[in-house]
């Protein structure tokens, strides 16, 4: 078991969100669904009350823990992409399974949890500093889902 886990509250869809990652990123797997042992306050013996899962290596907990708490952009999943192809597979599972597109290569996905959907040559451009990070960061302002060739163009100035 991981010293540390992120704990993510769900209504009452915990299992389906983190089958759904597990399904989307690699290094990802669902390995624990944990039931009530009896009935209690908003619930049933047998409702899943939490889901042990992983997505891209980071070890979750999925709580479901009733409409009380509803996500936000505080916290984001930022997953790395590599190509176009990536960055496209991911944006469009996310938001083509119920998401939205937001601003920047942000986007949420159907249970309100927000990714940043990355590609590396903006990481890259960014870190670089200078002429070029600006360039390539006034690129992205003007985009949703991050268009790398834009990117590309936009760091070659």
């Known amino acids: 078991m991981a010293k540390n886990t992120i704990c993510l509250w769900f209504d009452n869809d915990a299992e389906a969100a983190a089958r759904f990652y597990a399904e989307t990123f690699p290094d990802s797997a669902v390995s624990g669904v944990h039931r009530a042992p009896s009935d209690y306050p908003g619930g049933k013996k047998g409702d899943v009350l939490t ?3 992983t997505v891209a290596g980071i070890p979750c907990l999925g709580l479901n823990g009733g409409p009380v708490f509803k996500h936000n952009e505080a916290f984001s999943f930022q997953i ?5 192809a990536e960055t496209d597979r991911y944006w469009n599972a996310i938001v083509g399974h ?4 937001s601003e920047c290569g942000w986007c949420k996905d159907k249970w309100g949890i927000s990714w940043q959907i990355t590609p590396r040559v903006l990481t890259e451009a960014l870190a670089k500093g200078g002429a070029e990070a600006k360039r390539a960061f ?8 991050i268009d790398v060739a834009a990117i590309e163009e936009a760091r070659r100035g």
Not at 80 to 84: A, G, H, I
Not at 98 to 101: C, D, K, L, N
Request: hydrophobic share 30%.
């Open 51 to 53: 889901v042990d899962f």
């Open 98 to 101: 119920g998401g939205r597109e």
């Open 80 to 84: 790395s992409t590599e190509d176009q």
């Open 138 to 145: 006034e690129a992205m302002m003007d985009m949703k889902k």
